[in-house]
């Protein structure tokens, strides 16, 4: 779940046009879904090679689309990335590691966009935050969240203020 303040602060304001051209073209949640899934996104927004290129790409934040959407639905949707990750990595998930594990990833990374989420996604499915034991571990993906947000962060300290503008 995303953490106390951070969508009633978002929800003082109007969508940005980023929310409002995704309600636009999505108006229906399950159509979002259907249309943003792993391997859609993975594939649509593979030229952001690292942290830095995902972060300057403007994409709609995690938050916005709750916001959009509604944070169950975003929690559905990560649900579902959750279990793609698990078939390509050929182990089992049950319905609530994949619940849990997506209110989570919510929690933890509400302020990535749809580009960083998808690199994220993708470093996990390469290994890069470690292996999974032919099963799955929620833990695992939680830390690599957090080691995203770090590496996130340390490019984000080298900018000059101002160069990119993040919504709150």
Same mark, same amino acid.
Do not use: H
């Given at each position: 779940m995303?953490?106390?303040?951070a969508?009633?602060?978002?929800?003082?304001?109007e969508?940005?046009?980023?929310?409002?051209?995704?309600?636009?073209a999505?108006?229906?949640?399950?159509?979002?879904?259907?249309?943003?899934?792993?391997?859609?996104?993975?594939?649509?927004?593979?030229?952001?090679?690292?942290?830095?290129?995902?972060?300057?790409?403007?994409?709609?934040?995690?938050?916005?689309l709750?916001?959009?959407?509604?944070?169950?639905?975003?929690?559905?949707?990560?649900?579902?990335?959750?279990?793609?990750?698990?078939?390509y990595?050929?182990?089992?998930?049950?319905?609530?590691?994949?619940?849990k594990?997506?209110?989570?990833?919510l929690?933890?990374?509400?302020?990535?966009?749809?580009?960083?989420?998808?690199?994220?996604?993708?470093?996990?499915? =390469?290994?890069?935050?470690?292996?999974?034991?032919? =099963?799955?571990?929620?833990?695992?993906?939680?830390?690599?969240?957090?080691e995203?947000r770090?590496?996130?962060?340390?490019q984000?300290?080298?900018?000059?203020?101002?160069?990119?503008?993040?919504?709150?």
């Amino acid at each position: 779940m995303i953490p106390q303040g951070a969508l009633s602060k978002q929800s003082s304001v109007e969508l940005s046009s980023a929310g409002e051209a995704m309600i636009k073209a999505y108006p229906d949640g399950k159509k979002f879904i259907v249309q943003f899934n792993m391997d859609y996104c993975i594939d649509r927004y593979s030229y952001y090679k690292s942290a830095l290129d995902a972060l300057k790409s403007g994409k709609i934040q995690l938050l916005e689309l709750s916001k959009c959407y509604g944070e169950s639905l975003i929690i559905y949707w990560l649900q579902a990335w959750l279990i793609t990750l698990a078939g390509y990595m050929n182990f089992e998930i049950n319905e609530s590691q994949s619940k849990k594990t997506a209110m989570f990833i919510l929690e933890e990374c509400y302020m990535l966009n749809l580009a960083e989420i998808s690199l994220l996604f993708k470093k996990l499915m =390469k290994g890069y935050y470690g292996q999974f034991f032919n =099963k799955f571990n929620g833990q695992i993906i939680i830390r690599a969240c957090r080691e995203y947000r770090q590496e996130r962060g340390k490019q984000l300290a080298k900018l000059p203020n101002g160069q990119i503008k993040l919504n709150p």
